[in-house]
């Protein structure tokens, strides 16, 4: 009985060892209005709010022809999945102060809780 079970959790620990993710998966960075946002040079942009994501974060780092989906890590040398790196991100005062009003305060504390910056999984520049 107790090597079923050992056999059991094995077979579940394998499976969620090779669940998929869409993590480095194309999205579309996009505005409050919700158009679709061109990244600029020398930009970085966040959205959090893709129907595209799992995570609902789609980012897109200075030079990118687009955005990917991403998710919030825990810090420098915290490890991503899909080969990407934790990589801690500049944000403006006033998107952080558009996140505070729309998100509940856990949250908020979450996503951002370093002033003006977060950590997320981004691919290497």
Avoid at 11 to 37: F, I, M, Q, Y
Avoid at 69 to 76: D, T, Y
Avoid at 77 to 100: H, I, N, R, V, W
């Amino acid at each position: 009985m107790a090597a079923l079970r050992r056999v059991v959790l094995l077979t579940v620990l394998a499976l969620a060892a090779c669940a998929r993710t869409d993590l480095g998966a194309p999205c579309h960075v996009e505005n409050g209005a919700g158009a679709e946002l061109v990244p600029l040079p020398g930009r970085q942009y966040l959205y959090l709010g893709s129907s595209e994501c799992e995570s609902f974060a789609c980012l897109a780092m200075q030079g990118a022809s687009g955005g990917y989906c991403s998710q919030a890590c825990s810090g420098e040398g915290a490890s991503c999945p899909s080969g990407l790196a934790c990589t801690q991100l500049a944000l403006s005062p006033d998107y952080l102060a558009a996140m505070k009003a729309r998100l509940p305060p856990d949250r908020y504390q979450q996503l951002f809780g370093q002033l003006g910056s977060s950590w997320y999984c981004a691919r290497s520049q």
